[in-house]
Nanobody
Framework: QVQLVESGGGLVRAGDSLRLSCVPS????????MGWFRQAPGNEREFVSS????????YYADSVKGRFTISRDNAKNTVYLQMNSLKPEDTAVYYC?????????????????WGKGTLVTVSS
């Protein structure tokens, strides 16, 4: 069964940066839209960002727009989430997800393969 493996989480201070990576355990996700979601303690999972299969189009939640950048390297079979100017409210488990289609998806129901998540903690 294909899984996604996230890495790059950690404990940082407000204003710092982190880059998350996501790699599938098997087969390529070259043609599929990818997304990042996050879930803070006591909260529901929320959409963060999505990128099309081609990597040309990206979309962001308002809460991270201008601070986070999603990208993909299809040759390396990797999706990234560059997070700058981190805030304490960005603290959450971040999940990578793969859609069954190639266009931008913003709801969790549109994604059928998920990683186990990586924890990002931002101290004030």
């Amino acid at each position: 069964q294909v899984q996604l493996v996230e890495s790059g989480g950690g404990l940082v201070r407000a204003g710092d940066s982190l880059r998350l990576s996501c790699v599938p355990s098997a087969r390529t996700f070259r043609n599929y839209a990818m997304g990042w979601f996050r879930q803070a303690p006591g909260n529901e999972r929320e959409f963060v960002s999505s990128i099309t299969g081609s990597g040309i189009i990206t979309y962001y939640a308002d809460s991270v727009k201008g601070r986070f950048t999603i990208s993909r390297d299809n040759a390396k079979n990797t999706v990234y989430l560059q997070m700058n100017s981190l805030k304490p409210e960005d603290t959450a488990v971040y999940y990578c997800a793969q859609s069954s289609g190639s266009t931008i998806k913003i709801t969790s129901q549109d994604y059928n393969i998920w990683g186990k998540g990586t924890l990002v903690t931002v101290s004030s």
